[in-house]
């Protein structure tokens, strides 16, 4: 089973940045999309950015687009979330999420692997 370790979160005041990374531990699968969500309190998770295999194909939601960098280095297994110009509405737990097929989804249950998550606060 596949475990994904976030880090990187913490506290930062509007307009700040922050960089998110995410690696498995365990035993990894050699080709599948990762994904950013995040879940504030009281709310659903949602889809931030996803990205495919070879990171030639990302996609964004609309509230971050222009805003946050998804990327990742398959020689060091990392996902990386560039997080730039933050708001305070993008305050939440951020979790990474894998999955087996290398097609980017922006629904929660298409991923088969997650991680814990990391919580990032922005202050105004």
């Known amino acids: 089973q596949v475990q994904l370790v976030e880090s990187g979160g913490g506290l930062v005041q509007a307009g700040g940045s922050l960089r998110l990374s995410c690696a498995p531990s365990?035993?990894?699968?050699?080709?599948?999309?990762m994904a950013w969500f995040r879940q504030a309190p009281g709310k659903e998770r949602e889809f931030v950015a996803g990205i495919s295999w070879t990171g030639s194909s990302t996609t964004y939601a609309d509230s971050v687009k222009g805003r946050f960098t998804i990327s990742r280095d398959n020689a060091k297994k990392t996902l990386y979330l560039q997080m730039n110009s933050v708001k305070p509405e993008d305050t939440a737990v951020y979790y990474c999420?894998?999955?087996?097929?290398?097609?980017?989804?922006?629904?929660?249950?298409?991923?088969?692997?997650w991680g814990q998550g990391t919580q990032v606060t922005v202050s105004s």
């Open positions: 999420a894998g999955r087996t097929h290398n097609i980017v989804v922006v629904t929660t249950t298409a991923y088969d692997y």
């Open positions: 365990g035993r990894t699968s050699s080709s599948y999309a």
